[in-house]
């Protein structure tokens, strides 16, 4: 596994100042500190699937095993950082509460595009698979207890985190930033203008995998993140997860867009310190 190491203090990260060019980098743009945070450029194996590129944020020194809590974070698809950079400030900032995180880059549709055919199902699959391979990596760290492993996603990455949390145990809580209820509705709207009858047959291809479906596992230990002037997400998606998920929590930004601003990192970060007993 190839792998990149920087140090950092963690009262002068952001993401800028780790990642450049696509490597990991730091520098010092304000005062050190004694509290050190590791950020790893790692490769992740995918049995029959290409590897995935991920962050690894840690804590420096050397913790007790399974003494820490990890958190598995899935970016948007989007223009501002819409990759794996898009929670790096965030994980910085838990590695110095003592949490490891893994941010690991998705795949589809963030390179090829929607077909309209069964292809896409398959390559949703994959993605899950690809995620709870990050998951893997994550549960795999020595210093990790699996007692307390978050999800946080946002967009496409909520969605799929939705998937992934329901099928997979270890995930004990999550935070969802704007999924859409259903998993081919983008696909058919954004990139293949289906309409009608057409629409329909191919929406009915995910009927197994609409997220909408998949949030209700974890009760109240989830935390849906809304924005009232989404142009993506509207009122019959936030009801349609308010019916199938009525214990979880709930906060909408009624000024924010989709792309959602720093009132809502701070709730997030405050749900995952609660849930996650740091």
Excluded: C
């Excluded at 140090?7 to 800028?16: L, S």
């Excluded at 050397?62 to 970016?75: C, D, F």
């Excluded at 965030?90 to 069964?118: C, I, M, R």
Aim: hydrophobic letters at 45%.
């Amino acid at each position: 596994m190839g792998r990149r190491t920087t140090v950092v203090a963690t009262a002068m990260v952001t993401a800028a100042a780790l990642v450049v060019g696509g490597a990991s980098t730091a520098q010092s743009a304000q005062k050190q500190t004694h509290a050190q945070v590791v950020v790893d450029d790692i490769t992740i194996a995918v049995a029959g699937q290409d590897p995935v590129q991920a962050w690894l944020v840690r804590p420096a020194g050397q913790p007790k095993k399974h003494s820490q809590a990890g958190v598995l974070w899935l970016h948007w698809l989007g223009e501002i950082n819409g990759d794996r950079n898009e929670y790096l400030a965030e994980a910085v900032t838990l590695a110095g509460k003592g949490v490891v995180s893994v941010l690991p880059q998705g795949y589809f549709p963030w390179v090829p595009n929607p077909d309209g055919t069964a292809r896409d199902v398959t390559l949703v699959e994959n993605q899950v698979a690809a995620m709870r391979a990050a998951l893997d990596r994550l549960v795999a760290e020595r210093s990790v207890d699996a007692s307390r492993i978050a999800l946080v996603g946002h967009d496409y990455g909520a969605m799929y985190g939705a998937l992934l949390a329901d099928s997979d145990e270890r995930i004990s809580t999550m935070v969802l930033q704007a999924p859409d209820a259903l998993m081919g509705n983008w696909f058919a709207r954004f990139w293949l203008g289906l309409e009608g009858a057409e629409r329909d047959g191919y929406l009915a291809l995910f009927d197994d995998l609409n997220p909408v479906e998949h949030t209700a596992r974890l009760g109240d230990r989830v935390l849906f993140q809304w924005a009232g002037k989404d142009f993506f997400i509207g009122q019959d998606v936030r009801d349609a997860y308010a019916a199938t998920s009525p214990d979880a929590g709930v906060i909408l930004y009624d000024d924010a867009d989709h792309e959602f601003r720093d009132a809502a990192r701070v709730d997030r970060l405050a749900f995952l310190e609660a849930q996650l007993g740091l």
